[in-house]
């Protein structure tokens, strides 16, 4: 059972086109991390989401957390190549920091 | 370096063969993690360190993954008798402490093939 589903699992856009990435469970979570992944390289943090309905903006990115602290979602305004990865989230239930990600969303952006 | 080190980068080995993979964590940082990326399958929670502490081992697939934590500070992976499913990516990550909210900074991997 996957505990965090993220959808779509593939994503591929021009350049200038807006998306937005889903991350839903049927369970509660502490906060949500949202993660990007290159090709060869570890996970690199873009943000973390604490508080039910929490929206946060990183440039072009827009996250924002569900009021019930289950599901969270990942926008990004005119998309440009350099977006292209692995974007993961991942939700924090215990006390100890141990994360449960979900399968990630492949997003590939074309000039 | 400044980052999380993990080595090798790939290692290729054949059935029933044993192999230690190897993890760096940034200097001063007392919890060390390990997942697993399959693909597919996202990444996976295997084991947890925090300082002198009895190590989180519930993610561990089965009795012939081990891990241990030397010092406080480098830490080694071992799958014994490797099967083609161990196959995938190893990752560790290390943050200032354990606990929520504490950043995970991770490693780049070791790709491990088993033929």
């Known amino acids: 059972t996957q505990l965090l589903e993220q959808s779509p699992q593939f994503l591929s856009i021009q350049e200038g086109e807006n998306l937005t990435v889903y991350c839903n469970s049927s369970s509660v979570f502490s906060s949500l991390q949202w993660y990007r992944q290159e090709p060869g390289e570890g996970p690199v943090l873009l943000v973390t989401v604490v508080t039910g309905g929490e929206v946060k903006k990183l440039k072009r990115l827009t996250f924002q957390f569900g009021d019930a602290r289950k599901d969270s979602s990942l926008h990004i305004t005119a998309a440009q190549p350099g977006d292209t990865g692995l974007y993961l989230c991942?939700?924090?239930?215990?006390?100890?920091?141990?994360?449960?990600f979900g399968k990630g969303t492949k997003l590939s952006v074309k000039p | 370096g400044a980052g999380v080190s993990q080595s090798p980068s790939n290692k290729v080995t054949e059935k029933g063969k044993d192999v230690e993979l190897r993890c760096d964590p940034i200097?001063?940082?007392?919890?060390l993690y390990w997942y697993r990326q399959s693909l597919g399958q996202g990444l996976e929670f295997l084991i947890y360190f925090q300082g002198n502490s009895a190590p989180d081992k519930s993610g561990l697939p089965s009795d012939r993954f081990s891990a241990e934590r030397t010092g406080g500070s480098v830490s080694t992976l071992t799958i014994q008798r490797t099967q083609q499913e161990d196959s995938a990516v190893y990752l560790c990550?290390?943050?200032?402490?354990?606990?929520?909210?504490?950043?995970?900074?991770f490693g780049a991997g070791t790709r491990l093939s088993v033929l």
């Open positions: 990550a290390s943050s200032l402490g354990g606990g929520q909210k504490n950043i995970q900074y």
């Open positions: 200097s001063g940082h007392t919890a």
């Open positions: 991942a939700g924090e239930r215990g006390s100890q920091g141990n994360l449960i």
